[in-house]
């Protein structure tokens, strides 16, 4: 067979630890032997990153800008123990966080569902995937300890000085806690943008929620300006492509998501965010299934697994001791950045590549051959549980009989 070309570079960007193992595994057998791989790669392993003053972070970001398309290995968030295991001259922030802000994006979370692996809510039988605002509310919130009786106030000075807004938040008569929230229009109107075009990007219902009766000004501003775009941009495509928009009350959003049956997009401000998406996530049973991507407003992706370096198991694999590492997430990182790059291109023999990739995964899976973590949430016949190299090598027998 003839390899696959590529005409549009794709921004790979290589990570930390088992992950960092398990991405080569995938190069090595599921995409070089198929696809003659047209990647610009950025190293985002720590030591790299060390090295470069974390400027390889900020040239990974630009370079998705450019090319439109990125696909992400994890990689570590340096903490006081890294500092010291990597001999590290900085603690370098979350590169996640830092591709985050330069492309002002959102990230998308959804499950891949397998067989035989029932989520706990038996209902859902599609995936439900959660958008979370990654800006403001409390997470730039500004607090206070109140320890005495007084009066705190919400003061707003205009830049030229006039005091333009003064209220009483309340009188303590005793000692209590204050907390200052904000968020800003720009961010909520990127992250509404992003909401509305991943929904037709994928054909799925945006479904957002606040509590604006309660929240008459913060949280219907969110509501106000979701409804504003929609209305502005997006209800004509929508109804093309056959989509709904739908906005509810978060209290009511929850009750009507555990009573759904899934396949629709669940937006989500900061803290239900935050809050949902692992409630969500857990109730599909394994982290190890769970996708991640970051739109930006703008169009561009970036394609990664929602999990973590998996350092237990590298501190294994270090050993020489086998282990049974998942790498399902990691492949459909890499199969929806080469669908998307197909799809850009108009390179379908790439996209149709990608869905056979996915095709030959789950079959694997639900032919009955795993890693550990998922043997113990699997239902019916007795598993097969396999190495981390064998997964993938059983994953390549069957992509070849399906090419
Ligand atoms: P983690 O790497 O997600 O792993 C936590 C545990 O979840 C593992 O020990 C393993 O459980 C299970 N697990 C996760 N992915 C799995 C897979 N593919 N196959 C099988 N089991 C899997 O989280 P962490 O240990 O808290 O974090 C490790 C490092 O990752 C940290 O340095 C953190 O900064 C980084 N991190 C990066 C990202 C990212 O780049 N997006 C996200 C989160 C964390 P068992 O040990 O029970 O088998
Ligand atoms: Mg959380």
Redesign the pocket.
Known sequence: MEKIKMTTPLVEMDGDEMTRIIWQMIKDDLLSPFVELYCEYYDLGLPERDKTADQVTYDAAIAIKKYGVGVKCATITPNQQRMGEYNLHEMWKSPNGTIRAVLDGTVFRAPILVDNIKPVVRNWTKPITIARHAYGDIYKGTEYRVPEKGRAELVFTAEDGRETFRETIYDFECPGVLQGQYNKDSSIRSFANACFQYALDTKQDLWFATKDTISKKYDHTFKDLFAEIFEESYRAKFEAAGIEYFYTLIDDAVARVVRSEGGFIWACKNYDG??M??MVSTAFGSLAMMTSVLVSPDGCYEYEAAHGTVTRHYYKHLKGEETSTNAMATIFAWSGALRRRGELDGNTALAAFADKLEQASLQTINEGTMTKDLAGLWEGSTPKVVNTGDFIKEIRTRLEKLL
């Open positions: 935050d809050v998406s692992d």
